[in-house]
């Protein structure tokens, strides 16, 4: 990929332009400092994935104990 092929995106942590390409090692990002940032939210539970099955109590009250 040479550089008129070099696709621009905007860096999900800071709304910057980052380049996405092989050579830039913290992609998406443009950098290590938005890569820590985002991983320091994550690991401070800011950021979830949403649960596909929530868990119902009800299920638990029901269940004999083996």
């Known amino acids: 990929m040479n550089d008129a092929e070099v696709r621009i995106v905007v860096c999900p942590q800071c709304g910057g332009p980052s380049r996405y390409e092989r050579a ?7 950098g290590e400092r938005c890569r820590n940032i ?7 539970e800011e ?6 099955t929530p868990q ?4 638990f009250e029901n269940t004999p104990l083996q």
């Open 38 to 44: 985002d991983l320091g939210a994550w690991a401070n």
């Open 56 to 59: 119902d109590d009800a299920d």
């Open 47 to 52: 950021h979830r994935l949403p649960d596909q």
């Open 24 to 30: 830039n090692v913290y992609r998406p990002f443009c």
